[in-house]
C-alpha cells in the first residue's frame, strides 16, 4: 500500500526534502562506483564497499548511483538487498532472500530458468517462488555451501548476457550466513557482467562484530574497493545548506554548521526545524520533528518504530488491530510521509533515516514499547505458523523485547531449525546461545527444545566451529555447569572443545581433551556407542598433528574399534569419519595407495555434504603425496566447478589444488587458488598455516625472496605455537626455511655468508627431523633435506648434524611404500648425495642424468626437475661437454620460468655466464677477450689462480695463463694493479696502488 500527496498540502522546505539532497564533494566515490560499473557492464565483475558512519550520506550516494546507472544503461537490472535489524538473533539470508526476490519481480520466469533443478533446489530455501517438484537438494547440494554455490551459479547465468548491479544495505546487520557467503561470492566472481556494492555504518563495527573479520579478508581482495565516505568541511557544509535552503540568514547558516559536524543527514534535519530551535542534544535533534506530529501521526510513528527501519504494509496493518483505528493509521503515515520524517514503496514504510527509527524506539516508554513488541510478535507467530519460517527469528527478537521469554524461545526453536535446513551453522549457533541465556526464565526449556541443557550447549558449539573462539567459550560454559558424574555430556563437551582447539591451532591441548573425554565413555555401553565412535576420531584426529611412532600401534588399535563400532550402528555419516580417519592414519604411516582406496571406498550419496568435503580433502591430499598433480588440481576444479561453496573452501579445497598446481608448475593458477581459499579460512591456523607457506615458497622459487620472508615474518607469531606443536606444519616450515635459505646461498660470493645460510638451511632440515618418523610426513620433505644434508657437507658442517640427518633420509626411504613417486625421490636423494660425496662434480652427471629424467615423469614438484636440471647442466660444464651445458641452458631458461620456478633460469644464467657460454660480457676493456674480463673481475675479488679456477670450471694452471695474459694486456705489474685498473674501468675512479694511480 502506497499513499497518494497532494502537492499543495506540502509546506515548501518539505518539499524541498522530499527530493533527494545534492551531492557534495561526493565527486570521486561516484566515479569509483561508476568505474565498477563501467567495468561490470564490460565483463569485469568489480566489488565495491561504501563505509562510513551513520548520517554520512551512504544511502544518498547510492540513490545517485541508481539514477545513474538507469540513465547510463537501461537494460541493466538493478536489484536490493537490505540488511535488518534482528538484534543478536537473525534469521539466515535474509538480504539474499530480498534480493533474489527483487531481481524475481523483475526477470519473471527467466530468473528459474537460467540454471537447473538442482540449483533451484539450492536456493528454494530462501526463494520458494523457484521450487520445483524436480529441484530436490542432493546429499551434496545441501546447505550454507550449496546456497553459495547456486548463489554463484545463477548470478553468473544471468549475468552472461546482461549487467547484473546488486547492492546490499547496511552490512553490520547481516547474519553471520549472508557475511560468510558475500565473502565468498567476492573471492569467486564469475559472472560475466556483474558489480555488487555492498555499505555498512563505521560506529556500528566494533570490536568483536562478526563483519571485522569479514572486513579484513575483503582488504586483501584486489577485485574489492573500499570507498570511505568523511564529513563535509565547513565550507561544503554551508553549500549544501545554501542549495537546500537558499532563503535562510547567514547566522543560522552558521549555526547549522557548526552544530551538524558535518553530517548531511544533521543539516536536513537542522534546516526542517523553521522556528531556529536548535536542540541541545543529538536524541532532542531527532526527535525535534517526530514531537510535533500530531497524536495520530505520532501513535503511527512509534508503532512503526517498534517493528523496525522498514515494515511490510500488511503487518503494519495487522499489528495495528485493537491499538490505532485504520483510518487513523492511515492520516498518521500520511502526515509522516509530508513531514519527510517516513518514506514508502511498493512493499511498505520505512523511517527516512535508521537514527530516527532508533531515536523513536528508544523514546518510547517501556510498557508501550513492550506492548507494540508483543503485537508484532503475535502477528510474525500467525506468518510462521503458515509456513514462513523465515520470519520466526523476527518474531523471536520482538517476544524477547516484549520481556516473553517463553514465546522467545519457541520463537527461536523454530529460527533455529530453519537455519539447519539451510545449513546456516553460525546462525544455528547464535541462536543456540540466545536459547541458552534465556533457558533458565523458560520452566520446560528441555523439552521445548528436544534435548537437555548440557546437549545443547554442546550442539549449540559443535554448529559454532567455523568461529572455533567462540565455539570453545561455549563449550566451556556448558563444562563448567556439568557436573563429575555427568560423564556422557561432558565427554561430549570434551569431544567439541578438543575440534575447537584444534582449529585455534593447540593441538596438543586437544589431544589432551581428546584423550580426557574418552577416558570418561565405556567401550561396551550400546547408549553410547556413537558418542565413542566421535571421540576415536577426535582422538585419532588429534594424534596425527603429532603422530609419535610408539603410539601408531594404538593408534591402529583404536581405528579397528572404531570401524567395529561404526559398523555395528550403520550410521553412514559416522562410518564416512571413520573412513576419513582411516584414510589419515595411513597417509601419516605412508600407505598412500591404501589411503586413497580407502576413502573412495565409500558412496558419496551416503556421506551428507560436509563430510564428503572432508573426505575429499583426503584424497586430494593423498594424490598430491602420490605425485599424481594434475589428477588432483583437475579432480578439485571439477569439483568446485560442481559446487563452488564455502564449506569446501574452509575445508581446504582450495588450498590443496593450489598446492597440486604449484607441484605440476601451473603457479599462477596456483596462487590464485592459494589467496582464494585464504580469504575464508583465517580462523582455522592449521590451514592459515598451510597457506602462507604455500605461497611463501612460491615467492622463493620465483626469485622473490624478500616476499617470500615477508610471509613468514608477517604471520609467524600466529602460528608459532602451531609449528611447534604439529608435525606437518613443523616439517613444511622447516623446508620453507631450508630452501629459501640454500636458494639464496647458491650464487652468493661471500664465502662466509654462504656458509651461515647453508647452516640456517641445516636447521630446517632438523626441524624435520624433530617433526617425527613417520614416513607419511617426512616423504614430501625428504629431497629438500638431501640438498641441505650435501652442501652442509660441502661445507664441513657438525658431523652430529649431518649423521642425524643422513639417518632420518635412510630411515624414511626403508619404510615408506613404494608407488609411482618413488624412483624419481630415491633418484634425487642419491645424486644429492652423490654431489656431497663426490671428488669432482663431473663424477655426478649420470645421478643427475637419472634424477632428472625420472623428475620428468611428473610423480615429484616441477621445482625439483628444474633443480636436478640445473644440477645437471653445472656436472656436465664441469665435465666438459658445453655443447650439452648449452642445450641445457635452452631448456632451463625458456622452461623454468614458466613453471614459476625463475630463480633456476637466473642460477644458469649466472653459471653460463661464468663458464663462457654466452658470446660476451658488456662492458669489459675492448683489448680483454670476455674470458678475460671474467677472469680480471675475480682477480679484483682477491680470488687465487686455484679459486678462479673453481668458479669458472677452469683449471688452475689455466687461470694463470689468463692472468698472465691480463697482466701484460693492461701493463699491470701484478694483480693490485691489475684490480685498480678494474676498478677505473668500472666506477671512473683510480686507486692508490703504491704511488701508481
Known amino acids: 500500500m502506497t499513499l497518494g500527496l497532494d502537492p499543495a498540502a506540502v509546506p515548501p522546505w518539505a518539499m524541498a526534502l522530499s527530493t533527494p539532497a545534492p551531492l557534495i564533494v561526493r565527486d570521486e566515490a561516484a566515479a569509483t562506483l561508476r568505474r565498477a560499473f563501467d567495468a561490470g557492464r564490460e565483463g569485469h565483475p568489480e566489488v565495491v564497499v561504501v563505509r562510513g558512519e551513520a548520517g554520512i550520506g551512504k544511502t544518498r550516494l547510492l540513490q545517485e548511483f541508481r539514477r545513474e546507472a538507469a540513465a547510463l544503461e537501461p537494460t541493466a537490472v538493478i536489484a536490493v538487498g537490505q540488511c535488518v535489524d534482528m538484534g543478536e538473533i537473525g534469521s539466515p539470508f535474509t538480504p539474499i532472500r530480498r534480493m533474489l526476490r527483487d531481481l524475481h519481480a523483475q526477470l519473471g520466469d527467466a530468473l528459474p530458468a537460467a540454471v537447473s533443478s538442482t540449483v533451484r533446489g539450492a536456493l528454494a530455501g530462501i526463494l520458494p517462488e523457484i521450487a520445483t517438484e524436480t529441484a530436490l537438494p542432493s546429499a551434496t547440494t545441501t546447505g550454507n555451501d550449496a546456497i553459495s554455490d547456486a548463489l554463484g551459479t545463477l548470478l553468473e547465468a544471468l549475468s552472461a548476457d546482461q549487467h547484473l548491479v546488486l547492492i546490499i544495505e547496511d552490512l553490520h546487520w547481516a547474519d553471520t550466513a549472508t557475511l560468510a557467503l558475500l565473502k565468498t561470492l567476492t573471492f569467486t566472481l564469475r559472472g560475466a557482467h556483474l558489480t555488487i556494492v555492498m555499505t555498512y555504518r563505521t560506529d556500528d563495527v566494533g570490536r568483536g562484530h562478526p563483519l571485522r573479520g569479514v572486513l579484513a579478508d575483503l582488504e586483501r581482495n584486489r577485485s574489492v574497493t573500499f570507498i570511505e565516505i568523511e564529513r563535509l568541511s565547513p565550507a561544503d557544509a554551508a553549500r549544501l545548506t545554501r542549495m537546500l535552503d537558499p532563503h535562510l540568514d547567514q547566522r543560522v547558516v552558521d549555526s547549522i554548521v557548526e552544530r551538524s559536524d558535518g553530517l548531511p543527514f544533521f543539516i536536513e534535519e537542522l534546516i526542517a526545524l523553521t522556528d531556529s530551535r536548535l536542540p541541545t542534544t543529538l536524541r532532542d535533534l531527532l526527535l525535534a520533528r517526530v514531537e510535533t506530529l500530531s497524536s495520530d501521526a505520532r501513535a503511527a510513528v512509534d508503532l512503526l518504530a517498534a517493528g523496525g527501519v522498514h515494515v511490510d504494509s500488511d503487518l503494519l496493518e495487522e499489528t495495528a488491530e485493537g491499538h490505532v483505528d485504520r483510518g487513523r493509521l492511515h492520516e498518521g503515515l500520511r502526515e509522516g510521509l509530508v513531514e519527510n520524517i517516513l518514506v514508502s514503496d511498493d512493499d511498505g514504510y520505512a523511517f527516512r533515516h535508521a537514527l530516527l527509527q532508533e531515536a523513536v524506539h528508544d523514546d518510547l516508554l517501556p510498557s508501550i514499547r513492550a506492548d507494540l513488541h508483543a503485537r508484532y510478535g503475535a502477528a510474525l507467530d500467525r506468518r510462521v505458523a503458515d509456513g514462513h519460517r523465515e520470519r520466526a527469528a523476527e518474531a523471536a527478537e520482538h517476544w524477547e523485547q516484549a520481556r516473553d521469554a517463553v514465546r522467545a524461545f519457541d520463537a527461536m526453536v523454530i529460527a533455529r531449525r530453519y537455519a539447519g535446513e539451510t545449513s546456516a551453522e553460525p546462525v544455528m549457533s547464535q541462536i543456540g546461545e540466545r536459547m541458552l541465556a534465556i533457558w533458565p526464565q523458560v520452566p520446560d526449556a528441555e523439552a521445548r527444545a528436544g534435548m537437555s541443557r548440557l546437549e545443547f550447549f554442546a550442539d549449540t558449539a559443535d554448529h559454532g566451529l567455523g568461529d572455533p573462539a567462540r565455539a570453545l567459550r561455549v563449550a566451556r560454559a556448558g563444562l563448567s555447569e556439568a557436573g563429575p558424574e555427568q560423564r556422557v555430556e561432558r565427554a561430549r563437551l570434551l569431544n567439541v572443545t578438543s575440534y575447537a582447539l584444534s582449529n585455534l591451532g593447540d593441538p596438543a591441548a586437544a589431544r589432551r581433551v581428546s584423550i580426557e573425554a574418552l577416558s570418561l565413555l565405556d567401550d561396551e555401553d550400546p547408549g553410547t556407542r556413537s558418542l565413542v565412535v566421535e571421540c576415536l576420531v577426535s582422538r585419532i584426529r588429534t594424534a596425527t598433528f603429532d603422530p609419535r611412532p610408539e603410539e601408531v600401534p594404538e593408534l591402529e588399535r583404536l581405528i579397528a574399534l572404531a570401524t567395529a563400532h561404526s559398523d555395528a550402528i550403520d550410521d553412514p555419516l559416522l562410518r564416512a569419519r571413520v573412513l576419513d580417519t582411516a584414510a589419515t592414519l595411513d597417509t601419516v604411516a605412508g600407505r598412500l595407495t591404501e589411503a586413497l582406496m580407502r576413502v573412495r571406498r565409500f558412496p558419496v550419496s551416503s556421506m551428507g555434504a560436509r563430510q564428503y568435503q572432508v573426505n575429499f580433502i583426503t584424497e586430494l591430499d593423498a594424490l598430491v603425496r602420490l605425485g599424481r598433480f594434475r589428477e588432483a588440481a583437475e579432480l578439485a576444479a571439477r569439483r568446485t566447478s560442481e559446487v563452488a561453496d564455502p564449506a569446501a573452501l574452509v575445508y581446504g579445497i582450495d588450498l590443496n589444488a593450489a598446492e597440486a598446481l604449484f607441484a605440476a608448475g601451473d603457479a599462477e593458477a596456483g596462487r590464485s587458488a592459494a589467496e582464494r581459499g585464504l580469504s575464508v579460512i583465517a580462523s582455522t591456523q592449521v590451514m592459515s598455516s598451510f597457506g602462507w607457506r604455500l605461497l611463501g615458497l612460491a615467492d622463493a622459487w620465483g626469485d622473490h625472496p624478500e616476499r617470500a620472508h615477508a610471509r613468514r615474518d608477517d604471520h609467524g607469531t600466529g602460528i608459532d605455537q602451531l609449528i611447534a606443536e604439529d608435525s606437518e606444519e613443523r616439517a613444511g616450515w622447516g623446508t620453507f626455511v631450508l630452501e629459501t635459505a640454500l636458494n639464496e646461498a647458491e650464487t652468493m660470493s661471500d664465502a662466509a655468508a654462504r656458509t651461515a645460510l647453508i647452516s640456517t638451511a641445516l636447521g630446517g ?164 677477450t670476455a674470458r678475460e674480463r671474467q677472469v680480471l673481475e675475480l682477480v679484483a675479488e682477491g680470488l687465487s689462480n686455484p679459486e678462479i679456477g673453481r668458479r669458472l670450471f677452469i683449471s688452475p694452471k689455466t687461470a694463470s695463463v689468463h692472468v698472465s695474459a691480463i697482466l701484460a694486456k693492461i701493463g699491470a705489474a701484478n694483480r693490485v694493479e691489475a684490480a685498480a685498473f678494474f676498478h677505473l674501468q668500472a666506477t671512473g675512479k683510480a686507486i692508490d696502488v703504491g704511488g701508481r694511480a
Open 765 to 928: 632440515a632438523l626441524d624435520i627431523v624433530r617433526a617425527g618418523l613417520e614416513p607419511g610426513i617426512a616423504r614430501p620433505h625428504l629431497v629438500s633435506a638431501a640438498r641441505a644434508l650435501a652442501d652442509a657437507t660441502l661445507t664441513r658442517s657438525d658431523a652430529d648434524d649431518l649423521a642425524r640427518l643422513g639417518g632420518m633420509i635412510d630411515d624414511v626411504l626403508a619404510r615408506h611404500a613404494d608407488d609411482e613417486a618413488t624412483p624419481a625421490i630415491v633418484a634425487l636423494v642419491a645424486a644429492e648425495a652423490a654431489r656431497a660425496e663426490a671428488e669432482a662434480p663431473a663424477a655426478t652427471v649420470g645421478a643427475w642424468r637419472m634424477a632428472s629424467d625420472l623428475a620428468a615423469d611428473g610423480f615429484v614438484p616441477v621445482r625439483q626437475l628444474w633443480y636436478a636440471r640445473y644440477r645437471l647442466m653445472q656436472a656436465l660444464l664441469y665435465a666438459g661437454d658445453r655443447d650439452a651445458a648449452t642445450a641445457m641452458l635452452d631448456e632451463i631458461a625458456d622452461g623454468a620460468p614458466a613453471h614459476g620456478i625463475a630463480v633456476v633460469a637466473r642460477w644458469a644464467r649466472d653459471l653460463a655466464a661464468r663458464a663462457g657460454l654466452s658470446d660476451a660480457v658488456a662492458g669489459g676493456p675492448p683489448q680483454l
